[in-house]
């Protein structure tokens, strides 16, 4: 390990990079993802037919084909970007929980409550979960968009089980607990509260589902 020795002048001051606004390209793929999310969730993959698309962004076909190479590709590009948007969130949220505490168990229930806050904020106007939708309908989807979508589900599920051995490891929990299905019932609660609140109308639902989720976490290995 090396050490660095500190200037006794104070380094200068940098400045913030600008970021650029997004081209108009970038606008219009972006537009054409929002499309297409709405699209399949509402009425499946199969259903969403490129002609419609490029008439809601009002743009020409050419002008579709000039962001993805065919309507797998939009699939592929739409299931990336979600992924890694989801990512980025449950990262951020994660690192926000550890950094309040380094117990595991207390930072897990803290990035639950959360992740709670935040999925309530946002269900309102979430169409659905792409996830769930290329699972149900995967034979209108190629290989690659399924194969992508286990990878993505077998990622949450290692990230969950991580997290809860750690636990486990410090709190041994009341009676015999099945860590993976333990991990498997917080996406399961996520993808199914979302189903609840879309059914019902009720976008707290979701959050509920969550905080019933973190009860239950809490439960199982809080020390007595």
């Not at 200068?12 to 081209?23: D, I, R």
């Amino acid at each position: 390990m090396t050490t660095r020795i500190l200037e006794k002048t104070a380094p200068p001051v940098q400045q913030p990079a600008e970021v650029s606004a997004p081209t108009k390209g970038a606008r219009t793929r972006e537009r054409l993802l929002d499309l297409a999310y709405e699209a399949v969730i509402e009425k499946g993959f199969a259903a969403t037919c490129i002609e419609e698309l490029v008439e809601a962004a009002g743009i020409t076909k050419s002008g579709f084909f000039y962001h993805f190479r065919d309507k797998n590709d939009l699939a592929r590009q739409m299931l990336e970007r979600y992924l890694s948007n989801n990512a980025a969130m449950m990262d951020g949220l994660a690192a926000r929980a550890r950094d309040l505490t380094d117990d595991p168990l207390h930072s897990y229930l803290v990035f639950l409550r959360l992740y709670a806050e935040e999925m309530t904020s946002i269900a309102g106007t979430l169409p659905g979960c792409i996830v769930a939708m290329v699972a149900f309908q995967e034979k209108a989807f190629a290989r690659e968009i399924a194969r992508m979508n286990a990878e993505g589900v077998a990622g949450w599920r290692r990230d969950a089980v991580a997290w809860l051995r750690q636990i486990a490891e410090r709190y041994p929990p009341r009676g015999a607990v099945d860590l993976d299905a333990l991990a498997d019932l917080f996406i399961a609660n996520g993808i199914g509260g979302l189903a609840i609140a879309k059914a019902t109308g009720d976008a707290e639902a979701l959050g509920r589902q969550i905080l019933a989720y973190r009860d239950l976490v809490r439960m199982l290995f809080s020390p007595e």
